[in-house]
C-alpha cells in the first residue's frame, strides 16, 4: 500500500498488508550494517583481527591498525564507556548518563546507542537473573582491548600466539549481541501474539498499528540474524524460522491466525533450542 499523510501531517509507514516499513527496516539495517560490518570486518578472525599491531595506522594517529579495527567494532554495538558500571535497570531507564557531571552529554561516550539498548533490555526484562548479555558483550570488548594493547609491537598471525584468544574475545562479544537480537525476535513473537490474542478476548482489541509494528521489528531483527560468520543458529533452522514467519502478518482473528500463531510458536522453539534460552524467558 502507498504511504499515507496522518491529519497531523505525520507520514504514516505502515502498508496495507501491515508492514510497518519504518520498524522492518530500521530493525533489520541494525544487523545488515552495524551487527555486520562488526561481525564480517573489522572482528572477524580472518580479517580484521589481522591488522598490524607494530606501528600507529597513519601519520600522527596513536593507535594502531588492530586496535583500530577493535575500536570500531566496539562502536558498532554502541555501548556508553560506563555500560558495565551501571545496573541494567539504570540504563533501561535512561540512555544517557554524565559521568564527568560537566550538564552535557558526550555521544562518544556517555550516550548508548542501537543494539547495546537491546542487550540491556532482554537482560533488565528476562525473568531469571542469570541473563547477562550486555555485560558478557562488554567484558569482551574489554578484555580484547586489553589484550591488544598488552601485545603492542607484536603483529597477529591467525591461530597462533594472542590472535587466538582474540579471536575468542571477539566471538564472545559477537555471540552475546547475537543472543540479544535473537532474544528480541522472541520478544516480538511474544507481543505479535499477544495483539492477536486480544482480538478474541473480552478486551480492547489491539490496533492494526501495533500489530504491523510488533511483527515488523520481529522480522526485522529476525533477519538480522543472518549477518555473522560465528553464529550460533544454523542456516537450515533459521531459514525455517523465517518460512514460519512468512512475509507479512495475518492482522485478523480466526482460524488463519490460530494456525499463524502455532507457526510462531514452532519459530519460537527453534530459537530457544539454538540459543539455549530458559523456557522461563523465553
Known amino acids: 500500500g502507498e504511504l499515507a499523510i496522518q491529519s497531523n501531517g505525520a ?38 583481527l589481522l591488522e598490524q599491531n607494530s606501528e600507529e ?13 577493535w575500536d570500531e567494532g566496539f562502536g558498532y554495538f554502541g555501548a556508553q564507556r560506563d555500560y558495565n558500571l551501571r545496573t541494567d535497570a539504570e540504563v533501561k531507564a535512561a540512555y544517557e548518563f554524565d559521568t564527568d557531571e560537566n550538564d552535557l552529554i558526550d555521544l562518544y561516550s556517555e550516550y548508548t546507542f ?13 525473568q531469571e537473573g542469570n541473563v547477562n548479555f550486555s555485560k558478557n558483550a562488554m567484558d569482551a570488548f574489554l578484555n580484547g582491548r586489553q589484550l591488544i594493547q598488552d601485545n603492542f609491537g607484536t603483529d597477529p598471525v591467525q591461530g597462533e600466539g594472542y590472535h587466538k584468544y582474540l579471536a575468542q574475545y571477539a566471538e564472545t562479544a559477537l555471540n552475546n549481541w547475537e543472543n540479544a537480537i ?45 549477518f555473522s560468520p560465528v553464529a550460533q543458529i544454523s542456516v537450515v533452522d533459521l531459514t525455517t524460522v523465517h518460512t514460519l514467519m512468512g512475509e507479512a502478518p495475518v ?3 480466526g482460524e488463519a491466525a490460530d494456525a499463524y500463531l ?7 522453539d527453534i530459537l530457544q533450542a539454538a540459543y539455549g534460552f530458559s523456557e522461563n524467558n523465553v
Do not use: C, P
Open 182 to 226: 535473537a532474544a528480541t525476535v522472541i520478544h516480538y513473537i511474544n507481543d505479535y501474539t499477544a495483539d492477536i490474542n486480544s482480538l478474541s478476548s473480552a478486551e480492547e482489541d489491539a490496533s492494526f498499528a501495533d500489530i504491523a509494528k510488533h511483527w515488523s521489528e520481529m522480522k526485522g531483527f529476525a533477519l538480522s540474524l543472518q
Open 114 to 126: 542501537g543494539l547495546a539498548q537491546n542487550a540491556n533490555k532482554r537482560d533488565a526484562g528476562a
Open 251 to 253: 492482522t485478523t482473528a
Open 262 to 268: 502455532a507457526d510462531l510458536a514452532e519459530a519460537r
Open 57 to 69: 595506522d597513519g601519520a600522527g594517529k596513536s593507535y594502531t591498525s588492530l586496535e583500530h579495527q
Open 11 to 48: 507520514v504514516d509507514f505502515v502498508s496495507d498488508e501491515g508492514l510497518d516499513y519504518q520498524q522492518l527496516i530500521q530493525k533489520f539495517l541494525l544487523g545488515a550494517v552495524t551487527y555486520s560490518q562488526a561481525a564480517e570486518d573489522y572482528m572477524k578472525a580472518s580479517k580484521g
